[in-house]
């Protein structure tokens, strides 16, 4: 069983054009987050969502949208993608948010590829 | 603010030797932290984790890790490298009183035969 299920695994797109990753966790975690990875591997926090509601929003351009349904579900979408998107987003989610010990679970990322 | 520095960008060791990993911290205050190890095309998992209970933590796959207040330091250690430990690892702060992770640039361990 797939703790946290992202997809599609991989994204090859073309500047310009809105697009959409999934994610999923059955963990009955409260908190999922979105990481995005560079070339160079560097990781950074993009969202949080507690619950359906977002905690943190690490100044991402507004091109980015998260979208929340209900607590097992966090879904990224994308408008007028351009050559910098490219990168590796990974879901995560924890058991309780604003709680610092709390190991985060993640995905095994999608991979975006701009044309 | 929380950050970690991960001293080594690239560790190669020969299989059965020791894996010394090295991570250094800033906090303002008692912080967690952690490790995880990416495999290639993989997400990341957790290889322990450091809340200021025993210092020397016990993580999966024969890992573990010293908390030094005094040197800052969070290193990770494993006696014995094996082929599968070959990988990137992350050293990792949390951003005390939320849930926000900061991670160090990564080092990439390579096993060789």
């Known amino acids: 069983d797939t703790a946290v299920s992202q997809t599609p695994k991989y994204l090859v797109t073309q500047m310009g054009n809105d697009k959409s990753i999934k994610c999923e966790q059955n963990?009955?975690?409260?908190?999922m987050y979105w990481y995005k990875q560079d070339s160079k591997k560097f990781l950074k926090i993009m969202f949080s969502?507690?619950?359906?509601?977002?905690?943190i929003n690490e100044t991402v351009p507004n091109r980015f949208s998260p979208k929340s349904p209900d607590k097992a579900h966090l879904n990224l979408h994308i408008n007028s993608l351009e050559l910098g998107d490219s990168a590796v987003y990974f879901c995560?989610?924890?058991?309780?948010?604003?709680?610092?010990?709390?190991?985060?679970?993640f995905g095994d990322g999608t991979r975006l590829s701009i044309l | 603010a929380q950050s970690v520095t991960q001293l080594d960008s690239h560790v190669s060791v020969s299989e059965g030797t020791p894996v010394l990993l090295r991570c250094n911290y800033s906090s303002s205050y008692s912080p967690s932290l952690f490790w995880y190890v990416q495999h290639p095309n993989k997400g990341l998992q957790l290889l322990l984790k450091?809340?200021?209970?025993?210092?020397l933590v016990k993580g999966i796959n024969g890992f573990e890790a010293e908390f030094k207040k005094s040197e800052t330091s969070f290193h990770l250690t494993k006696p014995s490298a094996h082929m599968s430990d070959a990988a990137e690892y992350f050293c990792v702060v949390s951003d005390g009183g939320t849930d926000k992770l900061i991670f160090g640039t990564g080092t990439r361990l390579q096993v060789f035969p």
């Open positions: 963990l009955g975690h409260d908190t």
């Open positions: 450091y809340t200021s209970a025993a210092t």
């Open positions: 969502y507690n619950n359906k509601e977002l905690i």
């Open positions: 995560a989610s924890s058991q309780e948010g604003g709680i610092s010990n709390q190991p985060q679970h």
